[in-house]
């Protein structure tokens, strides 16, 4: 079935640091993919999408590129703050028009 | 603008009990979801509601577990009789299908109710 493939964690950076959070999907059609954040005691929030094949998603200065060729979506941001701990939810559509498939989420924590 | 409303926060219970989690979704959604949140088993779909009614329950983990939807604006999520393997956060979401502009995919979570079976 489809499922979404993320990185474990938990990732620890210094500030300003460069960050890769890999996420990788089964290729069942052309599915609209998802990065969403959890920060601490609180529900999820949708952070960027890309909804066809070499869509940039953007968003607090985080990217992430759809990559058919590969199937992935990989979250990337050149530089972090500590604002930005938090678990990272990898997703994609499937099935249903708005069914989402969850990673299994990747813990960063960022140090001053 | 008020997002997703869960209630309660905080659930603790004992084997056995009744549990009921309730959720109010963003005025004008059309599109309700449970997820349950656990360490061993991440973000699971439980069930998602179109326009009230149910659409997909394969996610339902038993017949302990059942969700109704009364009307737009409420939704519960109960569990007769709850065991301790059904402690873990319980999120609502809500969304709404804009014709010829999107949206699919982007929900919107209440801050999930926290079970814990004794």
């Known amino acids: 079935g489809d499922s979404v493939t993320q990185m474990e964690g938990p990732v620890t950076l210094s500030e300003e640091a460069f960050l890769t959070i890999n996420c990788t999907y089964t290729a069942t059609g052309y599915p609209s993919l998802f990065w969403y954040v959890q920060y601490p005691g609180e529900g999820l929030q949708l952070l960027l999408k890309?909804?066809?094949?070499?869509d940039k998603g953007s968003n607090k200065g985080f990217e992430a590129t759809y990559r058919k060729e590969t199937t992935s979506f990989h979250l990337e941001k050149g530089s972090v703050q500590v604002s930005d701990s938090a678990v990272y939810f990898c997703a994609r559509l499937s099935g249903g028009y708005n069914k989402l498939i969850f990673g299994a989420g990747t813990r960063l924590a960022v140090h001053p | 603008d008020a997002g997703v409303i869960q209630s309660p926060r905080h659930e603790v219970t004992e084997m056995g009990q009744e549990v009921t989690l309730r959720c109010k979704p963003i005025s004008g959604h059309d599109y309700l979801f449970w997820y349950r949140q656990t360490m061993m088993r991440g973000l699971e779909l439980l069930i998602y509601f179109n326009n009230n009614v149910p659409i997909d329950d394969s996610g339902m983990p038993e017949d302990r577990f059942s969700a109704k939807m009364p009307n737009a604006s409420f939704s519960t999520l109960k569990i007769q009789p709850s065991e301790p393997r059904d402690s873990a956060v319980y999120f609502c979401?809500?969304?709404?299908?804009?014709?010829?502009?999107?949206?699919?995919?982007?929900?919107?979570f209440g801050e999930g109710s926290r079970l814990t079976v004794l």
């Open positions: 979401a809500s969304s709404n299908r804009v014709r010829g502009r999107g949206g699919a995919g982007e929900l919107f």
């Open positions: 890309a909804t066809k094949a070499d």
